[in-house]
C-alpha cells in the first residue's frame, strides 16, 4: 500500500513538474501544437508518419517503431511567440473603452517530449511517449480596452502514449497506441459591472424576482465598476492513435496515421473579485462550480520519405486536422450565473509541408523544410483569446552523431503569420475591433539515446 501510494505521488509530481515549465504559443494552429520531434523541427515535420529515424514517431506513427533499435529521446522546444494589438473598443454600454492596446500577449515558452522505443521480439516492438499535443497562453495587460473581452488564457496538456507496433513483412509494419490525456485550464477576465447591473436587475424584476430593482445600480458608473472573473478547470480523458508504414523499396517510405478526437469534460471553480453587492443575492458573480466540454481534434497524415543516394533525402507530408467540431466555447455555472457562450465555428484545416536532409558525413546532418499551415479560426470568429491566423514555415536544422549510440538533434522554424483582423461583438462584453502584428519563432533540441 505505501508503495502503491509512492508511485500514485510520483506521478502527480511528474504531471506538476511538466504543467510548471510548459506554457505554450496562442498563435500555434488553433492551439494543436506539432513540435513533437526536434529532428523534423529542422524539416517542417514534413514526411512526419514516414521518416521513423527515432522514437518521436511514437507520436507521428507507431509503426516507425519496427525500424528502430532500443532507444530512447528527450526533447524540449522553446516557442517564442510576439502578439501586439492596435484598435479600439466599446464597453457593453456602447462607450469607447478605456486603457491601451494590452502590450505584447505573446511570451515565451517550453514544450518538453520524452519517448522510448523497444524490440520485443518476433516481429513485435513496444514504447511509450509523454507530450504536450495541445496548448495555449495568451496574456494582455490588466487595464487594455479588450479586459472585457480576454486578459489571461491558459490552456495545458499533457498526453500519455503507450504503444505497440508489428512488423507484418518486409514491406508492412502497423502500430497502435492509447492516449491517456490530461487538460487544465484557465480564463480571466473583467467585468463592466456599472454597465450591466440596470438591465440585468431589470430583467429580473420582470421575472418577478424579490429585490431585483434597478434603482439599487445608481451610482455604478461604466468602466468605473469593474469586477474580476476566473475560470479555471481541469480533467482526465482518453483516446486512440493508429499507424500504417509501407517501404516498398529500402529507399521509399510511406506513412499513414491517424489519431482520434479526445472530448474534455472539464470541472472545476470559477471566482469573482471586485464585484458589486447587487448582484450577488441573486447568484451572480458568485464562487461557484463550473463545467465546460473541449472536444479536441482528430487528425489524419499521409507522408512519403525517399533516399535520392546515399547523401540526400526528401520528404512530404499533408495533414487533416477536425477542427470542426469545436463550434463553441460554452462554460456552465452551478450558480445561477447564465452560461458563458462564446461562438468559435472553427474550420476543419490542412497543413501541407516539405523537406530535405543533406548528410555531409556519417556524423553531420543538415536539415531544411518549410510549410504552409492553415488556420481553422475565420476572421468572423477570432477573438482576442485565441488570434490565430494562416503560417508559412521556414524551418533549418542539424543532427549530429556524438558516438555510436548518443545523437543529438537542433531545428529552428519561424513562422511568417498573416496579420489577424480582429471583430469580436459581444452585448456583454462590448466590441473590439483592430489588427495584430504577430510573429513566432522556435528553437528545438534533442537528445537521442541507442540503449
Request: with cysteine.
Amino acid at each position: 500500500m505505501r508503495r502503491l501510494k509512492a508511485n500514485t505521488l510520483s506521478f502527480h509530481l511528474l504531471i506538476a513538474g511538466i504543467l510548471t515549465i510548459y506554457t505554450a504559443s496562442g498563435m500555434a494552429s488553433g492551439f494543436a501544437l506539432i513540435e513533437q520531434s526536434a529532428s523534423q523541427q529542422g524539416n517542417a515535420f514534413a514526411g512526419g508518419s514516414a521518416v521513423a529515424n527515432d522514437a518521436s514517431t511514437i507520436y507521428f506513427n507507431p509503426a516507425g517503431m519496427t525500424r528502430l533499435k532500443r532507444q530512447a529521446v528527450v526533447g524540449a522546444h522553446l516557442i517564442i511567440t510576439s502578439a501586439k494589438f492596435d484598435g479600439s473598443g466599446t464597453d457593453p454600454a456602447g462607450f469607447p473603452t478605456s486603457g491601451g492596446n494590452g502590450g505584447d500577449a505573446g511570451g515565451n515558452g517550453v514544450v518538453p517530449n520524452l519517448y522510448f522505443s523497444t524490440p520485443l521480439g518476433d516481429g513485435l516492438f513496444a514504447g511509450i511517449g509523454i507530450n504536450v499535443p495541445f496548448g495555449l497562453s495568451t496574456k494582455y495587460d490588466g487595464n487594455w480596452k479588450g479586459r472585457y473581452q480576454a486578459i489571461e488564457s491558459e490552456v495545458k496538456t499533457i498526453n500519455i502514449n503507450p504503444s505497440l507496433a508489428y512488423k507484418v513483412n518486409n514491406h508492412f509494419s502497423v502500430g497502435v497506441g492509447i492516449s491517456l490525456q490530461y487538460i487544465d485550464a484557465k480564463l480571466t477576465q473583467n467585468i463592466d459591472q456599472g454597465s450591466l447591473c440596470v438591465p440585468t436587475l431589470a430583467q429580473l424584476q420582470a421575472l418577478g424576482a424579490p429585490g431585483a430593482d434597478p434603482a439599487n445600480c445608481t451610482g455604478l458608473v461604466p468602466q468605473g465598476s469593474d469586477g474580476f472573473a476566473k475560470v479555471e478547470g481541469d480533467n482526465w480523458a482518453g483516446g486512440f492513435n493508429l499507424g500504417l508504414l509501407y517501404e516498398p523499396t529500402n529507399s521509399t517510405r510511406i506513412g499513414l496515421a491517424y489519431r482520434s478526437k479526445v472530448n474534455q469534460q472539464l470541472t472545476g471553480k470559477a471566482r469573482f473579485k471586485n464585484t458589486i453587492p447587487q448582484l450577488s443575492p441573486f447568484g451572480l458573480f458568485v464562487k461557484t462550480g463550473i463545467s465546460a466540454d473541449i472536444n479536441l481534434p482528430q487528425t489524419a497524415s499521409l507522408s512519403i520519405y525517399h533516399d535520392v543516394n546515399t547523401r540526400w533525402s526528401v520528404m512530404a507530408d499533408a495533414t487533416w486536422t477536425g477542427w470542426d467540431n469545436f463550434d463553441e466555447l460554452r462554460i456552465k455555472f452551478d450558480s445561477n450565473q447564465p452560461d458563458t457562450v462564446v461562438d468559435e465555428n472553427w474550420n476543419d484545416v490542412w497543413r501541407y509541408s516539405l523537406g530535405v536532409d543533406f548528410r555531409v558525413n556519417s556524423a553531420w546532418t543538415l536539415r531544411a523544410g518549410t510549410a504552409f499551415d492553415k488556420s481553422p479560426i475565420s476572421d468572423s470568429n477570432r477573438t482576442a483569446r485565441i488570434p490565430g491566423e494562416d503560417r508559412i514555415w521556414a524551418s533549418a536544422g542539424v543532427g549530429y552523431q556524438m558516438t555510436q549510440s548518443i545523437g543529438i538533434d537542433v531545428g529552428y522554424s519561424h513562422l511568417f503569420i498573416d496579420d489577424p483582423k480582429l471583430r469580436e461583438n459581444s452585448p456583454t462584453t462590448g466590441t473590439l475591433t483592430g489588427d495584430y502584428k504577430a510573429d513566432v519563432n522556435i528553437i528545438s533540441a534533442q537528445l537521442v539515446w541507442d540503449i
